[in-house]
């Protein structure tokens, strides 16, 4: 069985930084290109960044570009998302992707 779980989201303030994580369970992680998406409120999902698999090449979109960073750790079979300045339009449920599968999402709230 193929599962995503993500986890670090949480209440931060605007101009904070926050990393996310999603660990896979049960499959070929290294050879696999890692998404997150994020949903906002009354907003439809959209993606955020990609990475490939090696030599890791990453893309973001230009609403995150230059304050957000994916990663990867094979090893743990893990992708994370370095969240910097963030700002309270970046508030909305983050999930990770691979290929057709989807996590649940971790939450970031971003305000005063």
């Known amino acids: 069985e193929v599962r995503l779980v993500e986890s670090g989201g949480d209440l931060v303030q605007p101009g904070g930084s926050l990393t996310l994580s999603c660990k896979a369970f049960?499959?070929?992680?290294?050879?696999?290109?890692m998404k997150w998406y994020r949903q906002r409120p009354q907003k439809a999902r959209e993606w955020v960044a990609s990475?490939?698999?090696?030599?890791?090449?990453?893309t973001y979109s230009d609403a995150v570009k230059g304050r957000f960073y994916i990663y990867r750790e094979d090893f743990k079979n893990t992708v994370y998302l370095r969240m910097n300045d963030v700002t309270p339009e970046d508030t909305a449920v983050y999930i990770c992707?691979?290929?057709?599968?989807w996590g649940q999402g971790t939450q970031v709230s971003v305000f005063e």
């Open positions: 992707n691979i290929g057709e599968w």
């Open positions: 049960g499959l070929a992680f290294s050879g696999s290109e």
């Open positions: 990475i490939s698999k090696r030599p890791s090449i990453r």
